[in-house]
């Protein structure tokens, strides 16, 4: 039976997975992302805000973890929006 992850977290899951993540805390670090990311695919309600804004610390945690120096790409990445913002 295969896992269907929604579009937050199946984001999420590449970019963790594209990581090369080191250190003791990078495990947990990753399923925190996973269950934010699964949070807002799942409706986050009033606090989708307030769960995107830890979600995009988490990732900056994780790229630290991962020896990521480049910081401020992934900021500009995360800060990046998705999806058709143009009207239909």
Known sequence: MT???GTVETA???D???MEL???TARSLAETAYNLAR???TDAGM???AVARELRETLKALAEAAGD???SALLDQLSTPVGNASPT
């Open 39 to 41: 949070k807002l695919d």
């Open 47 to 49: 606090a989708t805000a």
């Open 16 to 18: 963790v997975e594209a």
């Open 22 to 24: 080191i250190g003791p």
């Open 69 to 71: 120096d480049d910081e």
């Open 12 to 14: 999420v899951r590449g």
């Open 3 to 5: 896992q269907e992850y």
